[in-house]
């Protein structure tokens, strides 16, 4: 390998961390938000650097379900959210 193809792969896998770093960043930014405005049980927030957003978690009802989309939609245009948010029962 030469040294300019090491400083090519060197700098690919620099970008690399930076968007994990990056999506991490938003993942724990967006999960404190959900956090502060929403009651959601055992809440987990994942995103990757294809602007993939996944959140799990127990909410109390589908009316919820629908207010929390709604915010994720406006807080995160553009990215894909796969909600998977389950009712607990009273």
């Known amino acids: ?5 090491f400083d090519k792969h060197s700098e690919e896998l620099q970008e690399k961390v930076r968007l994990s ?3 991490f960043e938003i ?3 967006l999960g404190m938000k959900l956090r502060t405005r929403f009651q ?4 987990n927030v994942a995103a990757t650097i294809q602007q993939e957003l996944v ?5 109390k009802s589908e009316t919820e379900r629908e207010e929390i989309m709604q915010f994720l939609y406006t807080e995160m245009p553009g990215w894909h959210i796969n909600l998977n948010l389950s009712s607990v029962q009273e």
Do not use: Y
């Open 55 to 59: 959140i799990t978690g127990r909410i």
């Open 21 to 23: 770093r990056e999506a």
């Open 1 to 5: 390998m030469s040294s300019s193809d």
């Open 27 to 29: 993942a724990t930014q």
């Open 40 to 43: 959601i049980a055992d809440l």
